[in-house]
Structure formats: structure tokens, C-alpha cells
């Protein structure tokens, strides 16, 4: 069994209510857990990589949709971590 670790070490969510982050950051676990799940029954191989951090891009989402937020942001780590095309 192949076994990712993605570590955030910090989530910072500008212009973000304080009241929607749980909900940024339960989106981003799921969208991560989805993406991998995806993945394991893919059969695909990711390449290997040998650096300590990266920083992923950006991402937008419409004011008040802290949903689209984290999974935008989920899909974008995964991205950068496992070098898919975006």
C-alpha cells in the first residue's frame, strides 16, 4: 500500500469570517480525501519528490460560499502536491 502525508503547516485564509473557517478547512480535508481516494483506485503512479514545502497558488471562490472556498483549496494542494495538471 502506497501511503500519501500532505502537512499543512498553516491555512491562512484572508477576508475568510471567522465563523466560515471550520467549514474552509473541514472542505479542504475533504476535497484532499476525495482526490486520494481517487487516485488509489486509479492504478496511477506519482512521481517522486524530494522537497521539503511548496507553496501552492492562490485560489478565489464568491464571497459567502466557504464550501467552494475549501475545496478549491483542496484541489489546489493536491494539484501542486502531486504535480496534476490544473
Do not use: K, N, Q, Y
Request: aromatic share 4%; glycine share 14%; net charge negative.
Amino acid at each position: 500500500m502506497t501511503r500519501i502525508e500532505i502537512v499543512i503547516d498553516e491555512l491562512v485564509l484572508r477576508g475568510v469570517d471567522a465563523g466560515d473557517r471550520f467549514a474552509v478547512a473541514g472542505a479542504v480535508e475533504d476535497a484532499l480525501h476525495a482526490h486520494g481516494a481517487e487516485w488509489a483506485g486509479s492504478g496511477r503512479a506519482l512521481g517522486s519528490r524530494s522537497e521539503s514545502g511548496r507553496r501552492a497558488p492562490a485560489v478565489t471562490s464568491p464571497i459567502g460560499e466557504p464550501r467552494t472556498l475549501g475545496l478549491r483549496v483542496g484541489t489546489a494542494l493536491w494539484d501542486a502536491t502531486t504535480g496534476r495538471p490544473a
